[in-house]
């Protein structure tokens, strides 16, 4: 896998002549004669520190912990002070790698490494931006490109001309940063090893990412000596997440890595080395996940497919991959199911969304018209940064940069948003971090005036800061329905299939289901429509309930169990979806798709007889109001008639206001007293 560290991957090596300068102080006994033994030991402890330094970045931390004991007997030499600098840059300590970079260069103003290059400028500028010294990064930056050869500044300069173009951005992004909470999950969750890649299931009681840490299966160590990726899990109980816990069932001895999840989280994708760099598809089934299956070769048809994100409906996959029709580097692509559930040819998204860069880290909204991606092309602070691009008649809308404090000058990826819309999850390396790189949570705030969301319980362990000026990223805040599905007998916990409909559309918007060991569910409901939700399971009646959102819709969490009936005579249910026209008995459009389900039904049972009943509140006379419930059933079994349903099947009757289910002081309970019910007469 890819290195979350993206110093080892950029660091550039320049010719120099290698003169040495009079201050400089080597390791010999010329300039020790009276101390032999000490520089015996010192020269011991850099050819210690040499060793973990030549092993990879991975071990950096043992180099220094030698080389500092070297240091003690001699800091004035310029290559000890230059390795010294590049470990605590790649170790994310900023100040320590500015320190002895900027002494290893006063030293000898053209130190370099192996006496064949020069970057100590270039890791230096690097570690000025890291540390939101722009101005300085830039001026050092500036110095190492103009002592490059021709040759060396021709095949460099657009590298070097990109970061100092970052370092601009870095400076507009970070004086204007949006309004949100970014916080550590905490040093029980990040280790001092890369954490990233987080997934969380849509009750946010479930963290699980991916950890290059040292107790990884098998132990072992890849060529930059981090440790081989593995999964890992977080719970979160009592206002806290717990100890994470390796995945051993979706982990192997080679990298095992997230790769995305389902909005409903019944589906988890893997991405695994040992399969050839591909996708894996896990499912759900109870409360574990099953070992991960290889998908498709259409799907897995490039170098490496390493992140994967499934739109609502389950029928759109947009992932990424590094192919020979790509843009350059790994770029997203999207593949749609056919009629036969089949996964079809992947295309490429488009160079509106994919740079000659790597783009990774795929995620798309519940209502797939909006893309979060992480990228090093594009307008970046630096590293990788978090994007978003909004589909908008028919084409995807330039990238948006998520803006600081969410982004900064190193690497961000890897970003999910939970299903209430409120929060989102990430990796990135940042100054209050563990090491390497680390999980955090992202609060959106919206606009200054008011704050639009509380700070929700989940975060209520962690120390937020105090919140910034500036203009929010445009997310949109949610509405939750959560809960679990019962028999209505013996309350026992069913799987059953939830369809969410447009009602104003008739479109069915996605079909999941319902935890198959405890019958949990949850549905993320977006602002401005008109939702129709049924709850379908076989020998049941089905449940529907309507949730109308308007635009403005504040983010709310509802919890609702639903008790699902069974089929049997005498059983009865609300039509929460029938809708009528204002003290008429005309049908609304909105209403097809619950009389549809009830036509299917009458289908596929053809045996059953029903009686649909109409109910009012009881504002107006008792006899005008019998009359329209009365007219308003007619309506209901007219239109089943008009489908095919036989009339001795059906019978239809008006109760008015004379069996209410609630208070009709209020005008809550009236529009519960206004509905219309479905009740089996013959199975």
Not at 126 to 147: C, E, G, M, P, V
Not at 454 to 479: C, Q
């Amino acid at each position: 896998m890819e290195r979350r560290n993206i110093i080892s991957g950029v660091i550039l090596l320049f010719a120099s002549s290698g003169i040495a300068f009079s201050q400089n102080v080597e390791f010999n006994k010329y300039n020790f004669p009276d101390h032999k033994q000490e520089l015996s030991y010192a020269l011991s402890d850099i050819a210690t520190g040499d060793k973990f330094y030549d092993e990879g970045p991975g071990i950096y931390r043992l180099a220094i912990d030698n080389y500092l004991k070297a240091y003690k007997f001699n800091s004035e030499n310029a290559l000890l002070n230059y390795k010294l600098g590049r470990c605590y840059l790649v170790e994310n300590n900023k100040a320590e790698a500015i320190k002895y970079l900027e002494k290893a260069i006063r030293l000898d103003p053209r130190i370099n490494l192996d006496m064949e290059y020069n970057d100590a400028n270039f890791l230096l500028a690097r570690a000025y931006h890291l540390d939101y010294q722009f101005d300085k990064a830039i001026a050092s930056y500036t110095l190492h490109k103009n002592a490059l050869t021709p040759e060396q500044l021709a095949a460099n300069v657009k590298t070097i001309d990109k970061m100092i173009a970052e370092c601009e951005t870095a400076k507009e992004l970070v004086s204007h940063p949006v309004r949100v909470f970014v916080d550590n999950l905490g040093e029980v969750v990040n280790s001092a090893y890369p954490d990233y890649r987080p997934l969380v299931v849509p009750e946010e009681s479930l963290i699980m990412f991916t950890s290059s840490r040292e107790s990884t299966t098998g132990g072992k160590r890849d060529k930059d000596s981090y440790y081989f990726e593995d999964i890992f899990a977080s719970y979160y109980e009592d206002g806290r997440w717990t100890l994470p816990q390796n995945s051993y069932d979706l982990n192997s001895n080679s990298h095992d890595a997230t790769a995305g999840i389902s909005s409903d989280g019944t589906i988890l994708y893997v991405y695994k080395s040992s399969g050839g760099n591909a996708l894996f598809e896990s499912a759900l089934i109870g409360n574990t996940y099953t070992l991960p299956e290889q998908m498709p070769g259409i799907i897995n048809d490039g170098f490496k497919q390493a992140s994967a994100s499934l739109t609502f409906d389950k029928t759109t996959l947009y992932f990424t991959s590094q192919r020979e029709d790509g843009y350059g580097g790994q770029d997203i692509y999207f593949s749609k199911k056919d009629a036969k559930d089949r996964w079809q040819k992947a295309e490429n998204l488009g160079a509106t969304i994919n740079t000659p860069y790597d783009e990774e880290g795929v995620f798309i909204s519940p209502d797939g018209k909006t893309l979060y991606f992480s990228s090093t092309g594009h307008n970046t602070m630096g590293g990788f940064d978090i994007f978003k691009s909004e589909f908008i008649n028919g084409k995807w809308s330039n990238p948006e940069n998520f803006g600081y404090p969410i982004n900064t000058p190193d690497n961000d990826v890897f970003f999910t948003m939970a299903a209430s819309g409120q929060r989102g999850y990430y990796s990135s390396k940042k100054k209050d971090g563990y090491g390497e790189q680390d999980l955090y949570i992202i609060t959106f705030l919206g606009a200054a005036k008011p704050m639009v969301i509380s700070r929700d319980e989940a975060l209520l362990s962690y120390k937020l800061p105090p919140a910034v000026p500036g203009t929010a990223p445009m997310i949109e805040i949610n509405t939750v329905l959560t809960g679990v599905i019962l028999d209505a007998e013996d309350l026992s916990p069913l799987q059953a299939t939830i369809e969410i409909i447009d009602n104003s559309k008739n479109e069915l918007m996605a079909s999941f289901e319902s935890n198959a060991t405890n019958g949990a569910y949850l549905i993320s409901l977006q602002p401005g429509k008109n939702y129709g939700i049924s709850v379908n399971r076989k020998e049941y009646l089905f449940h529907s309930e309507n949730f109308d959102i308007p635009e403005d819709a504040m983010a709310k969490k509802i919890s609702k169990d639903i008790l699902l009936k069974r089929l049997e005579v005498g059983s009865k249910i609300v039509l929460n979806n029938i809708f009528f026209d204002f003290n008429k008995a005309s049908l609304r459009p909105e209403s097809v798709a619950e009389l549809d389900r009830m036509f299917r039904m009458m289908n596929d049972f053809s045996s059953l007889k029903i009686e649909l009943s109409g109910h009012t509140d009881n504002v107006g006379s008792a006899n005008y109001n019998q009359k329209l419930s009365e007219d308003r059933a007619k309506s209901v079994v007219d239109y089943l008639i008009g489908k095919g349903i036989s009339n001795t099947r059906l019978v239809y009757k008006g109760y008015g206001f004379t069996q209410p289910v609630a208070d009709n002081k209020t005008e809550e309970g009236r529009q519960l007293n206004r509905r219309t019910e479905f009740k089996v007469l013959e199975k």
